[in-house]
């Protein structure tokens, strides 16, 4: 499976943005997804996380009722739907999947997108 995480750009305080995840591979309904962060000398942190059939989710605490995740099978991608942003939301967003049950944990996840940036201004 290959990814592609689209999506980052510059964003006042307050503002939103919908990151994409874009996924080849005719077996993607099959894969668990995960949107994790990281910023410069930092580790990479969990940001949500999507079940294979998108009927079930979990988000960090710090993103919970600000950020949504979705995924359309049909057309290979997940979605990260981010809202009331705050200037600590600004990293580099990662898209990730694995085969099993969606994760919080980076090491479980075997594909990696190559990340977009999310820069927010306050």
């Known amino acids: 499976v290959q990814l592609q995480a689209s999506g980052g750009g510059l964003v006042q305080a307050g503002g939103s943005l919908r990151l994409s995840c874009a996924a080849s591979g005719r077996t993607f309904s099959s894969y668990a997804v995960g949107w994790f962060r990281q910023a410069p000398g930092k580790e990479r942190e969990f940001v949500a996380a999507?079940?294979?059939?998108?009927?079930?989710?979990y988000y960090a605490d710090s993103v919970e009722g600000r950020f949504a995740i979705s995924r359309d099978n049909a057309k290979n991608t997940v979605y990260l739907q981010m809202s009331m942003l705050k200037p600590e939301d600004t990293d580099v967003y990662y898209c990730a999947a694995r085969q099993g049950r969606h994760s919080s944990s980076d090491h479980d996840y075997d594909y990696w997108g190559q990340g977009t940036l999310v820069t927010v201004s306050s």
């Open positions: 999507i079940r294979w059939s998108g009927d079930s989710a």
